[in-house]
């Protein structure tokens, strides 16, 4: 006798692979959703994130330190420096220096130092034929030296001595001792009084320099030039010095206490010779 298996277990065994086909589907379906879902979101953050920066204002740049400020400018100083520098050089010329450096004056008496500088178009009897006096009535006599130095702006010249013995006197030149020589044809002068207070050898030094437009600031370097003043002693200075000497007596070698001595007793044995001979005519 056959088994008989119920209709309904039947039509569930025959309808499995189909719910299984379909349910499988479904799921496929939820997936895809599910990850185009993600995509979409990423997209959307991604989105946001730039609409964003674009609002973002740009970040300022830090403040800086209290010691940037020095470093930053320092460079920019520097060039500015430089540049004014360079510019006052291109307007600079050659010019011409006249002075007497060998000199011969006499002790303690007040004589004058001359500097002449002319530019190079200058032509005044004065920078065509320089010339100074060595002393009051005598003859013009020609510097002894002439050489080349920078104008073209504001120029100096000074004068030093490194000497205890030596006294300069400013008076003349004016406060700074810088004088205008912007153009070819200018000239300008320099004047000293000088003295020196003992007989010898003695340097005094000059220096010209170039300032930049009205600035303390000096264009090139120095030119230098040196005066061999020779001082010679007088018969006046001789004199007063043997005076001067004769009244200290705390200054007195042994041979002047000795030479000074023996005039003294020299003049007392003559004073007697001439008493002895007034009061006996005889001779012998």
Same mark, same amino acid.
Request: include cysteine.
């Given at each position: 006798m056959r088994s008989r298996t119920p209709k309904s277990a039947s039509r569930r065994r025959a309808g499995t692979p189909a719910g299984?086909?379909?349910?499988?589907?479904?799921?496929?379906?939820?997936?895809?959703?599910g990850v185009a879902l993600s995509l979409l979101?990423?997209?959307?953050?991604l989105a946001a994130?730039?609409?964003?920066?674009?609002?973002?204002?740009?970040?300022?740049?830090?403040?800086?330190?209290?010691a940037t400020p020095q470093a930053e400018r320092s460079p920019s100083e520097q060039l500015q420096y430089q540049a004014t520098v360079q510019d006052g050089r291109l307007d600079l010329f050659k010019g011409e220096l006249h002075v007497t450096t060998d000199r011969t004056e006499e002790v303690a008496e007040w004589f004058a130092v001359r500097v002449l500088?002319?530019?190079?178009?200058?032509?005044?009897?004065?920078? @065509?034929?320089?010339?100074?006096? $060595?002393?009051?009535? &005598? +003859?013009?006599r020609r510097p002894s030296t002439s050489m080349t130095v920078p104008a073209g702006g504001?120029?100096?010249?000074?004068?030093?001595?490194?000497?205890?013995?030596?006294?300069?006197?400013?008076?003349?030149?004016?406060?700074?001792s810088a004088q205008p020589l912007t153009d070819p044809t200018d000239a300008a002068t320099w004047w000293w009084n000088v003295r020196a207070s003992k007989p010898g050898t003695y340097e005094l030094r000059g220096a010209v320099f170039v300032l930049a437009a009205e600035t303390d600031r000096e264009l090139v370097t120095r030119e230098t030039?040196?005066?061999?003043?020779?001082?010679?002693?007088?018969?006046?200075?001789?004199?007063?010095?043997l005076?001067?000497?004769?009244?200290?007596?705390?200054?007195?070698?042994?041979?002047?206490?000795?030479?000074? @001595?023996?005039?003294?007793?020299? $003049?007392?044995?003559? &004073? +007697?010779?001439?008493?002895?001979?007034?009061?006996?005519?005889s001779p012998g």
């Open positions: 299984t086909a379909q349910g499988t589907e479904r799921r496929d379906s939820w997936t895809r959703i979101m990423a997209l959307a953050g994130d730039f609409f964003d920066v674009l609002r973002t204002p740009a970040r300022p740049a830090p403040t800086p330190t209290t500088i002319c530019g190079p178009a200058n032509n005044d009897e004065l920078c @065509l034929y320089p010339a100074e006096l $060595a002393s009051v009535g &005598a +003859a013009p504001r120029v100096g010249v000074i004068l030093t001595a490194p000497y205890s013995e030596i006294e300069i006197k400013d008076d003349l030149n004016p406060e700074g030039f040196t005066i061999k003043l020779t001082v010679e002693r007088t018969a006046e200075y001789t004199a007063k010095k005076w001067t000497m004769t009244l200290d007596v705390t200054k007195w070698s042994v041979p002047q206490i000795i030479t000074i @001595l023996a005039a003294f007793i020299g $003049a007392g044995a003559f &004073a +007697a010779w001439i008493r002895r001979r007034l009061r006996d005519p």
